[in-house]
C-alpha cells in the first residue's frame, strides 16, 4: 500500500500569509494526487487534483505542485475562510490513501 | 449534482447494516462510485469502490472491510449502497459516498460528495 504523511500536522497564520503544506508518498505516483479542504462537520470538498489542477470554482490562491513523491499544496494569501483541515489522496494504486491531513489556524 | 446517504445508526457489534446513497443531477450509470468514512475525531480513510456499467460493476475495498462490506449500485435508481457485515466498534464512523470524476486514472478523484450518515457500533 502506498503511505502519505503531511507536514506540518498542525499550523497558524495569519490572514495574508503565505502557508504550504507538504505531501510525501512512500513510492512514486506520478501526478496521480488530489487535495482536499474539511471544515468541522462538514463533507470533504475537492481542491487540486492531478497535482496541479485547480478544481472549477475553488479560489485561485489555491495551487497545486509536484510530481512522483513530493507534493505542495500552497495557499498564497490566507484568508479567515481557509481554516478548515486539508487532505492529500493519492489515487495512483489500490487502496486508495489519504494522507493523515493538516489542521490550518487563522491567529 | 447531489448525493444523499441515509441508513446511518446505533448497532450492536457483530450486526448488520446497510446504507444508502441516491444521487442526482448526473448520470449515475456513467460513474465509478466510492464509500469513505471518517471516524470521530480522526482522518479519511478510503472503504472502497464500484465501477460502473462499463467495467462491469467490479469492486476494490480496503483490507480493513474486506470480507465484511459489500458495496453494490442500482443505476436504474441513480443508488449506491453499503452492506455491513460483522460489524465492530472501530467501524464506528461517518460515512460519505463520494463520486470520482471519471474512469481513467486520472479522474479518480473524488469531485462530489454526500452529506454523510454516522454509523455508531457499540453494545
Known amino acids: 500500500d502506498i503511505q502519505l504523511t503531511q507536514s506540518p500536522s498542525f499550523l497558524s497564520a495569519s490572514v495574508g500569509d503565505r502557508v504550504t503544506i507538504t505531501c510525501r508518498a512512500s513510492?512514486?505516483?506520478?501526478?496521480?494526487l488530489a487535495w482536499y479542504q474539511q471544515k468541522p462537520g462538514k463533507a470533504p470538498k475537492l481542491l487540486i487534483y492531478?497535482?496541479?489542477t485547480l478544481q472549477s470554482g475553488v479560489p485561485s490562491r489555491f495551487s497545486g505542485s509536484g510530481s512522483g513523491t513530493e507534493f505542495i499544496l500552497t495557499i498564497s494569501s490566507l484568508q479567515p475562510e481557509d481554516s478548515a483541515t486539508y487532505y492529500c489522496q493519492q489515487l495512483n494504486s489500490y487502496p486508495l490513501t489519504f494522507g493523515p491531513g493538516t489542521k490550518v489556524d487563522i491567529k | 449534482v447531489q448525493l444523499v446517504e441515509s441508513g446511518g445508526g446505533l448497532v450492536q457489534p457483530g450486526g448488520s447494516l446497510r446504507l444508502s446513497c441516491v444521487a442526482s443531477g448526473f448520470t449515475f450509470s456513467d460513474h465509478y462510485m466510492d464509500w469513505v468514512r471518517q471516524a470521530p475525531g480522526k482522518g479519511l480513510e478510503w472503504v472502497g469502490r464500484?465501477?460502473?456499467?462499463?467495467?462491469?460493476?467490479?469492486?476494490e475495498y480496503a483490507a480493513s472491510v474486506k470480507g465484511r462490506f459489500t458495496i453494490s449500485r442500482d443505476d436504474s435508481k441513480d443508488s449506491l449502497y453499503l452492506q455491513m457485515n460483522s460489524l465492530k466498534t472501530e467501524d464506528t464512523a461517518v460515512y460519505y459516498c463520494?463520486?470520482?470524476?471519471?474512469?481513467?486514472?486520472?479522474?479518480?478523484?473524488?469531485?462530489?460528495w454526500g452529506q454523510g450518515t454516522l454509523v455508531t457500533v457499540s453494545s
Open positions: 464500484i465501477r460502473n456499467t462499463a467495467n462491469s460493476y467490479t469492486t
Open positions: 463520494a463520486r470520482a470524476a471519471g474512469s481513467s486514472w486520472d479522474t479518480h478523484y473524488f469531485d462530489y
Open positions: 513510492q512514486g505516483i506520478t501526478s496521480y
Open positions: 492531478a497535482a496541479s
